[in-house]
């Protein structure tokens, strides 16, 4: 188990946690939660033992293997798939010692690392390492691309694919979701659900973490608490004992009310009946989850635009791609004030594209695009991160938004962010992932947009700004388009669901819910969909691929099964032969009267060594035999 007792610990003169005490089973699934800050990372750090505790106990079973994601990825010209098998150490280890052992022509070394291989499945590691890779996104013909030349998101999945495929007893993640689409993070909460080691996840993603943990470590106010169940059933306890404190509970009730006077008064409108709807239903959740994020540092809302035409924008036909590679075809959509998309689809069939459409980064190839001459777009995506000045503070961004504005307003405005006091006068450079974010959407709020396209805005982002974007988002009275692995942000925020897939944009006949049986039934339908036209790694050579390597599987299993024979036979006839030597190295067999049973031991052991030399020869021609499948099998 894993056990801390008492334990305080310090980043530098902040105190993170002090006298926690709680106890891990083997098994467990943890979720591990708080505000940014509060100590979450530096707990893993600790377990690792890359930090010591100020004061306290932190036990751990000293033969447990931990995992966890590496955070530097180096831009090696190493295999793919050959990086994320370096997440076996154990395999690597026996590997090593095997490549010594025939150097040295140590047979009984040899045979006795190729029966450690089978137990630790080394000889099928390398098709765990591709299932883990396909599950998180990768192609197969990714799979012997060289690291480097993966972006840095793709890098980081790979990171998270070595964690995975090593042998653990704990497993550490740390925010394992931030670059994965809604594909992936599906994939991978099925993968968690069967790991049959104990794992400690740090996450802000509310969905994900109800479906795989079992318990909550919530981290705040320097402590440490242990909550049975999942996420959902933490918020109940917490927001029933925050509910005591009645003046900030009242005050998260008016931002309910604000939403309850939306209902009231559009309810009987028939053309705004849809969107009450969708409040009616995100309130339902909301009431229930309100008081347990009133201490949530961060609140505002979407002021009205100046104006919100009607429609705000029309695809007619449009094709869109870059260059003359069509990604999408034929989309005919129409954008109405109160219209709230939220975008499905698998990885890579064009969801981030689609967007970039609609916000002009993109032109059609073909088709047309009428914007309404007052559309005033708000666009959320993670490389606008980027165009941040380092050097300037939030408050400098917002003065360049609004010169003429008082500073008092705006310091005012960038506090429901989180940037109050001194943060909102500090320099952009030093800022967390989550805080950048923040900003980003704090200067998008800011412009007052008719329309909304928000590709992944929840990536680094903490479960109370989480919690603030949704509510915000329900005020919101233009449109709005989504994409974003945060199932609770899509069920909270949006009532229409379009499925991007096959270079086509229809909408999704099924809930939200139903989305991960449709991805089931046609993943390798959109698999091959997208590796046609590919060369070599089209739909029909992959297929052939397969076939020839179910050939070489089917001929690789008795050569396997062999094998195992010999080298169960070289141990019984290395133990004899031990046996005899141990004897023979008696003094006492060398006196006269042991003279037959001297001459009967050396001719057993003469028959030995001849038998033990044509094993071994068999031994060695087989072991080639499977080099040379297993070779044939390996991806080209």
Known sequence: MLK????????????LFENASFTVHPGQKVGVTGANGTGKSSLFSLIQHELHA???????????????VAQETPAVDRHAIEYVMDGDVELRMVQTRLAAAEQSDDGHRVAELHAQLEVIGGYNVRARAARLMRGLGFRSDQEELPVQEFSGGWRMRLNLAQALICRSDLLLLDEPTNHLDLDAVIWLEEWLCRYPGTLLLISHDRDFLDAVVTQIAHVEQ??????????????????????????????????VAHLHSYIDRFRAKATK??????????????????????????????KPSDKIPNPLLRLEDADVGYGQSKILEGV?????????????????????????????ELSPLAGKCFPAAELKTGYFAQHQLEQLRLDDSPLDHLQRLAPKDSEQSLRSFIGGFGFVGDRALEPVAPL???????????????????????????????????HALSLALQGFEGAM????????????????????????????????????????????????????????????????????????????????????????????LNQQQQQLEQQ?????????????????????????????????????????????????????
């Open 222 to 255: 320097q402590s440490v608490q242990l909550y049975s169940g999942n996420y959902s059933d933490f918020e109940v306890i917490r927001a029933q004992r925050l509910a005591n404190q009645q003046a900030s509970y009242e005050k998260q009730q008016r931002e």
């Open 481 to 572: 388009v989504i994409v974003s692995h945060d199932r609770h942000l899509l069920r909270t925020t949006t009532d229409q669901l379009l499925l991007v897939s096959g270079g086509k944009v229809d909408e999704f006949s099924g809930a939200l819910d139903d989305y991960p049986a449709w991805l089931m039934e046609n993943r390798t339908a959109v698999e091959e969909k997208v590796e046609v036209g590919l060369g070599e790694n089209s739909a029909i050579a992959r297929r052939e691929r397969k076939q020839q390597e179910a050939e070489n599987r089917r001929l690789l299993q008795p050569l396997r099964k062999k094998l195992k024979v010999l080298e169960k036979e070289l141990d019984r």
């Open 584 to 636: 023979l190295a008696e003094p006492g067999i060398y006196a006269s009267e042991q003279k037959g049973r001297l001459k009967q031991m050396l001719t057993e052991k003469a028959e030995i060594d001849q038998q033990l030399m044509r094993v071994e020869e068999q031994w060695l021609e087989v072991g080639e035999a499977i080099d040379v499948a297993e070779q044939q099998l390996e991806p080209t």
């Open 54 to 68: 100020d004061a306290g106990d932190l036990y751990l079973p000293q033969k447990w293997v931990v995992a966890h």
């Open 332 to 360: 005919n959509l129409g954008l109405r004030p109160g219209d709230r998309i939220g975008l499905l689809g698998p990885n890579g069939a064009g969801k981030s594209t689609l967007i970039k459409l609609l916000s002009g």
């Open 432 to 466: 967390s992932g989550g805080e950048k974010a923040r900003l980003v959407l704090a200067l998008l709020v800011f412009q007052r947009p008719n329309l909304l396209l928000l590709d992944e805005p929840t990536n680094h982002l903490d479960l109370e700004m989480r």
């Open 4 to 15: 801390c007792t008492h334990l305080s610990l310090r980043r530098g003169t902040k105190l």
């Open 273 to 302: 009946a849809r969107q009450a709807q969708s409040r009616i239903k995100a309130l339902e959740r909301m009431e229930q989850i309100a008081p347990a994020h009133l201490d949530s540092p961060f609140h505002f809302g979407f």
